[in-house]
Structures are given as structure tokens and as C-alpha cells.
């Protein structure tokens, strides 16, 4: 599960990862009960809100749940009562996202997120987890990663620092989609490739620097392979903790 296309890590569209994709909750039923019961899944102590009508955009993506029905005290959304996968086939359309605002502290400190700290985001239902425009966290909220000169090199630190192992490609011009960006946080990054993060990277612009032209189509965007044995036991770890099997 995650929250995407939000202005913060604790605020965006929910997601859940099922059947080799990334799908969307519908809003329907949806209450600040179930927001609460995603935000303690996530880590978080609470939710502040439950928000509807695809909020933060209208991209197009699958609808995996419809209809959910926590109390509030689950502790996955999983566990809440007539759960159930819809496998895409709802009447939900691209405007109607649920979303969630969650509060408290992260509690869960195997994924913290810091300064620096990158994700993967992709809008079509194709991309896998591996997959997806470069984002990178600072001063409190997600930005892209321009592709301008982005290269191999800087695709291997990326992989690298998510816990993969190598990245087999390297993408320019938004290529996981560009609808909902609004910030870009570096630019002109010259990685040598043996770089373990991004931050130790030699980089030719200023955090935030929007004087290279870099927009909404000018997202790069990375395919990781080989998941290193950190990444494959935090996996297990979720899934251990989160899926009823």
C-alpha cells in the first residue's frame, strides 16, 4: 500500500499493489474509518481526513477496491470485513480516488522518510514496482528528478539507493506519465555509478532551481532489477505482516 500524487509523504491517492500492479481504492463507502485503517497500515498513528473525488488528479489507473468497510481498528485494511479484490472491473471512473491525510508520527522504521529518501511513481497500470519517474524528498515534500542528462549512471544510483541491485534502462520526457507534477527538485545530476544515494552525487543545479526549463514532460524516470537481500526481506516482512493468505 502507498499514497501517491499527494503534496506530502502522509497525504495522496491510495494505492495497493495486487496481482503485478499498482491500483487505486475507489471512493465509494469510503470514510475517515477506512482512511484511519490505511494510515496505521502506512506507519502513521491517525488519519485527519478522508478525501473523495480524486483530488489530487484525474490520471486514468485500475480500481482494485471498491466498497471497503473498516471500524477503524484494523490493523490492515486486509483485515477489515468483506474485503474482497474487484480485479478492475468497478463502475469507479478517473474522478473518483480515494485519498487520505494521515497524522502522527512514521512509526515504521524500516522505510524512513528523510531528506534525500526516493520513490518510483508511475500512472499506468503496466509499470511494476521496479518502475516508475524519479522522485526525491526534501524540505518536507516529493519532487521529480529532471532528465536532463540523466544517464545509466545516475539510473544505477537510483536503483541502488532503493535496494535494487542494477538499473537495466533509463527513460526521459515523463515517460511513467506527467499529470499532477508541480515541482522539481534537481537537476543536471553526474553521478559516477558507484554512488550508494543520489545526495552524493555531483549535481550542476540548486535545489529547486526551475532555471533549466525542467516541467512536467521533462520527468527521468528509471527500470530497476535484481532486488538485493535488504529490499526482499522487508517485502517479506510486509507481506507477513499486512496480506492474509
Known amino acids: 500500500i502507498r499514497l501517491v500524487n499527494g503534496p506530502n509523504v502522509a497525504d495522496g491517492h491510495v494505492q495497493v499493489y495486487h ?12 470514510d475517515i474509518q477506512d482512511a484511519r485503517v490505511v494510515c496505521t497500515q502506512l506507519g502513521y498513528n491517525n488519519a485527519s481526513s478522508a478525501g473523495c473525488c480524486s483530488q489530487y488528479g484525474y490520471s486514468f489507473g485500475t480500481y482494485w477496491i471498491n466498497n471497503l468497510n473498516c471500524t477503524g481498528s484494523e490493523n490492515s485494511i486486509y483485515n477489515c470485513s468483506d474485503f474482497s479484490w474487484s ?4 463502475t469507479c471512473s478517473r474522478y473518483d480516488k480515494a485519498s487520505v491525510k494521515c497524522t502522527g508520527s512514521y512509526s515504521m522504521k524500516l ?3 528523510t531528506d534525500g529518501t526516493l520513490r518510483l511513481v508511475a500512472q499506468y497500470n503496466s509499470a511494476g514496482p521496479n518502475e516508475g519517474n524519479v522522485e526525491i524528498y526534501h524540505n518536507g515534500t516529493w519532487g521529480a528528478i529532471c532528465h536532463n542528462s540523466f544517464n545509466i549512471k545516475d539510473a544505477q544510483v537510483v ?11 533509463t527513460s526521459c520526457c515523463s515517460n511513467y506519465g506527467n ?51 535488504k529490499i526482499t526481506y522487508l517485502i517479506f516482512i510486509f507481506a507477513a505482516a499486512f496480506v492474509t493468505i
Open 179 to 229: 499529470s499532477n507534477y508541480k515541482l522539481t527538485w534537481l537537476s543536471y545530476l553526474n553521478c559516477s555509478g558507484n554512488e550508494s544515494r543520489v545526495l552524493d552525487c555531483p549535481r550542476g543545479s540548486r535545489w529547486g532551481d526551475f532555471s533549466n526549463g525542467c516541467g512536467r514532460y521533462s520527468i527521468a524516470g528509471v527500470s530497476c532489477t535484481g532486488l538485493s537481500n
Open 111 to 113: 522505510r524512513p522518510v
Open 87 to 90: 480485479n478492475g472491473t468497478t
Open 19 to 30: 496481482d503485478g500492479r499498482w491500483g487505486f481504492i475507489c471512493h465509494y463507502g469510503w
Open 159 to 169: 536503483c541502488r539507493q532503493l535496494g535494487y541491485t542494477n538499473a537495466s534502462y
